[in-house]
């Protein structure tokens, strides 16, 4: 009878950590996304900022991506009526694990409602082309 006490309060114990692990693997998982976001919009906009401001898609084959890095998620580019926008889909987790790398951007957010939060009081427009729910990311080329 002890033994199957001792049995059930380790399966328990083990439990537990299973779920913390579990945490901080979604919090990585989120954080990675965030950094792979991110090096694909700097690459962006180094790109667009070089020269490069001509309006539509921008193809990720002309920008100058480090060696061996793999898009987590199908991020896209494009200018259009004097912007830049870069999106992809993410979490929420994602996406605000993507704000805290840009420390609190308001550039940064979630396209919602065809405005992009929290950015500037929710004012900013997005287009169509943007998927709901999408991290985005706008600035001015102008």
Request: charged share 15%.
């Amino acid at each position: 009878m002890k033994a199957l006490i001792v049995l059930a309060f380790l399966m328990g114990v083990m439990a537990m950590m299973r779920f913390v692990s579990m945490d901080s693997i979604d919090e990585q998982q989120a954080q990675a996304i965030a950094v792979n976001y991110g090096v694909f919009r700097n690459e962006v906009y180094l790109y667009v900022f070089n020269g490069h401001k001509t309006p539509g898609d921008i193809a990720s084959s002309s920008l100058n991506l480090p060696t061996g890095w793999t898009m987590m998620r199908p991020w896209k580019a494009r200018i259009e009526a004097g912007c830049l926008y870069v999106w992809g889909p993410a979490s929420s987790g994602e996406i605000e694990a993507t704000r805290t790398l840009f420390w609190g951007s308001q550039a940064v957010g979630r396209a919602d409602g065809g405005k992009l939060e929290p950015g500037h009081g929710g004012t900013t427009p997005l287009p169509a082309f943007v998927p709901e729910g999408s991290l985005v990311s706008v600035v001015g080329v102008n």
